[in-house]
């Protein structure tokens, strides 16, 4: 059976849950490989094993992107053992809300250097090889890269940052034919509340999921499959995605 993906490599950041699992999912049903990187190395063997059960191809990866030695690292395994890297899916990330008045600001830093910072380094680790044959880079923004909120100061500082640094990226890469994408979710059910310290704020977090009857991760991840599968021509700049009953 011919995938829309047969022949390609995906690498995820950030694949051993949410948005990131479920794009690994989905690039390997319609024929990637996929490279799966994240902390958690039990979850990106333990997904990279059902992939293969289902006759894919996956590759498990332990890498933190706040450490570029080991974003190259898996640079390496990837071009080692995938032969080539040809779409790079930005979606590391952590949203530590709270109030900016709170001060915390381990938090901030952290949010800096996964969200911002790990991107980059991640692109800077698999752009050669992206440019080697032309490819992509999926960014994974959110609605608070465009909306502000009390809580979200610095996270959405990272998120409007990473939109601000995909823009450029896009047009400096025009001539490697390397297209770069920007996702921007609503609320989608997965762990990322779950770390947020305020316990006030985390439970509000949560309950917008009922409220707004939040999105799957699978559903993300059929916005990402659907820009990197158009023909070479086409670019997808940017998609905003939110469950139907979130205003903002
Ligand atoms: P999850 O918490 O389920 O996933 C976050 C992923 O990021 C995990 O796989 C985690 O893996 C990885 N991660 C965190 N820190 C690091 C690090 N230092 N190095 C490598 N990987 C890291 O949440 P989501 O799936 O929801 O989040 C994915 C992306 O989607 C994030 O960028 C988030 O901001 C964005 N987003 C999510 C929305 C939502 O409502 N859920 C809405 C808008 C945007 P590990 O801990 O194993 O390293």
């Known amino acids: 059976m011919s995938g829309l993906l047969d022949g390609r490599v995906l690498v995820v950041t950030g694949a051993s849950s949410g948005i990131g699992e479920a794009t690994a999912l989905a690039a390997s049903a319609q024929g990637a490989a996929v490279a799966l990187l994240a902390r958690r190395t039990d979850r990106v063997i333990a997904l990279a094993e059902r992939i293969v059960a289902g006759g894919g191809r996956a590759l498990p990866l332990t890498a933190d992107v706040r450490k570029p030695d080991s974003l190259r690292e898996a640079a ?4 080692d053992e995938l032969g080539r890297a040809d779409c ?6 952590q949203m530590l809300l709270s109030a900016f008045s709170d001060g915390k600001a381990d938090e901030w830093r952290q949010m800096v250097e996964i969200n911002l ?4 380094s991640a692109t800077d680790a ?11 880079i999926v960014n994974i923004s959110s609605v608070a890269g465009r909306k502000a909120r009390p809580t979200s100061s610095v996270y959405s500082a990272t998120k409007w940052a990473l939109g601000g640094w995909s823009e450029a990226l896009r047009q400096e890469l025009i001539d490697d034919r390397v297209r770069v994408t920007l996702v921007e979710p609503g609320a989608v059910r997965t762990e990322l509340s779950d770390h947020i310290s305020d316990e006030t ?3 509000r977090s949560r309950q917008s999921y009922d409220d707004y009857d939040a999105l799957q991760a699978e559903d993300i991840a059929a916005g990402v499959l ?6 070479s021509r086409v670019s997808v700049n940017e998609l905003l995605i939110r469950p139907t009953l979130q205003a903002y």
Request: proline letters at 6%; hydrophobic letters at 45%.
């Open 76 to 79: 390496e395994r990837v071009a």
């Open 88 to 93: 790079l899916v930005n979606n590391a990330g």
């Open 117 to 120: 910072l790990g991107a980059m």
């Open 126 to 136: 698999f752009l050669p090889a992206l440019r080697a044959g032309g490819g992509d």
């Open 201 to 203: 704020i985390r439970q």
């Open 226 to 231: 659907y820009a990197v599968s158009q023909p």
